[in-house]
């Protein structure tokens, strides 16, 4: 038997691509204006709710709920009013409003085949938008990232088209929809990869970005092209002293996560413990709002206003303090109780208070420098997305000397919390349904590793091969693990790639698995490999020692 060849690795690449993916990124273009469209009527339903019941006027602008004086009885009323609405909404309607949308947009990726129902597509803006206008702490950003990923599911749900490609389409209807919302582009779409794709592929990344870029255009002349929290310009006072303050600063924010996300599912554990059906629960959770809102009115609604005072400096230290202890009650209590609206606003307002407190004790870098520095770690901490949360922090603001500061505190709040926690307020509620994912990304250790590594060189197949499916010296272990999937076998002969009739070996699922092993063993086994002495070449050879972490 002649010895295998030299590898030719021409028939492989750095990624997997064929021509459709330019057909699945033009399928993506329309669902990125169709988003921006959704975006901007949830905006004004949301100011048009708000203005109906606070100030009792026709207008689509959005206000903040707790401006001006406005009746106790309102205060308390109008949330229950809301989460009534929703409720009813959930269960003669659809089950699938209920939440705040990245989670059920997950669910749809990993259990339904990326397949949303048209219902929740209509449903769930207008429960989102009766929940914020009236009174409802939370974002629209969750409900419309839902929505476009409902839109982006229903069109491919027209086409004949995989499984995968209406993932990409679901979730570029979704980044879209966070884009055209905060005029975030590339902090849109590293949500969609660090947290919805599960992948970092051409296939995927190049539709997301088409119908982000769209999204993005499109919401020029609808909602404006500016940062949505502008602030003051100024030269920041950066030194050593200020970024180890960062660090503590990412420390306490990522406390801060824990205690939020452990607010919420302790809410939803208190709920489910009610004798009472899940229809009532946003009613209930409307009466928390309520309470809230008579200690702190400027606790109510999306809060865009007050982020804004935040980040500008002009908020006063009272409503700081009231605002972090407030926002976060209500916010953590009333979503679980299953009602509608997002988590992303919530956690700005919440993440600029907290940096609010610290500018009272840390020195001054510039005005807002550690409110915002806040706002990052408490994202970072949260939604377990560091970058997302770096770059969503200086696209809003476009303070983008802050880039380092931002970046430290906000990787320093995922540590603590990835250490901490489990799972994020994001995919606990997944785990609670039977699911699990992984959120860690790496390359597939059968993907380096070739037939030629670890085949036998003696030909010895069982007689439930087939000598039409082959495997070939120079294929990735990867891919001969979907071969012996789609045809239901356990062992390969491995032919020469010219000619088929020459076997040089056989492999087996059993060899299949060295590659595992092989990546167990990197993770594992730890060893010296170098001595001082050696780097002056006084060393002298000596065995290496292994230890089994």
Known sequence: MTPPRPRDLNHLGDFAVVPRILAIAGLALPIGALSAGVAWCLLRLIGLITNLVFYQRLGTALVAPGEG???????????????????????????????????????????????????????????????????????????IIMTGGALGSIWAQFLHLTADERKTLLVAGAAAGMAATFNAPLASVLLAVELLLFEWRPRSFIPVVAAVAVATIVRVPLLGGGAIFPMPPGTLHLDAA?????????????????????????????????????????????????????IVPQALGVGYNVIESELNGTITTDLIVGILIVKTLIWSLSLGSGTSGGVLAPMLMIGGAFGGLEAA??????TGFWPLVGLAGVLGGVMRSPLTGVVFALELTHRYEALLPLLIGATVAYAVSILILRRSVLTEKIARRGLHLTREYSVDPLEVLFVGDVMSTVFSPSGGSAETVVAHVDDTLRHVAYVMAEHGVT???????????????????????????????????SERVLRPGDMIGLGRATATKETVR
Not at 260 to 281: G, K
């Open 361 to 366: 004790i840390f020195p001054h870098v510039g």
């Open 491 to 525: 062992d390969l002969p491995v032919v020469d790639r010219e000619d088929h009739t020459e076997v040089v070996g056989t492999i087996t699922l059993e060899q299949l698995l060295q590659g595992r092993l092989r990546d167990l063993q990197e993770e594992r086994h």
């Open 69 to 143: 004086h406005h009746s106790p009885l309102l205060i308390l009323l109008a949330p229950i009013c809301g989460g009534l609405a929703v409720g009813l909404m959930a269960r003669f309607g659809t089950e699938k409003i209920r939440g705040h949308g990245i989670p059920e947009a997950i669910e749809a990726i990993l259990v339904s085949g990326s397949k949303v129902q048209p219902r929740v597509a209509f449903l769930k803006p207008i429960a989102s938008a009766v929940t914020i206008g009236t009174g409802g702490p939370f974002g629209a950003e969750g409900p």
């Open 242 to 294: 200020v970024y180890g303050l960062c660090v503590a600063s990412g420390i306490a924010a990522g406390l801060l996560a824990l205690l939020a996300t452990t607010l919420v599912y302790l809410s939803e554990d208190t709920f489910q413990r009610l004798p009472l059906h899940w229809m009532w629960w946003p009613a209930i959770g409307g009466v928390i709002i309520g309470v809230g809102g008579l």
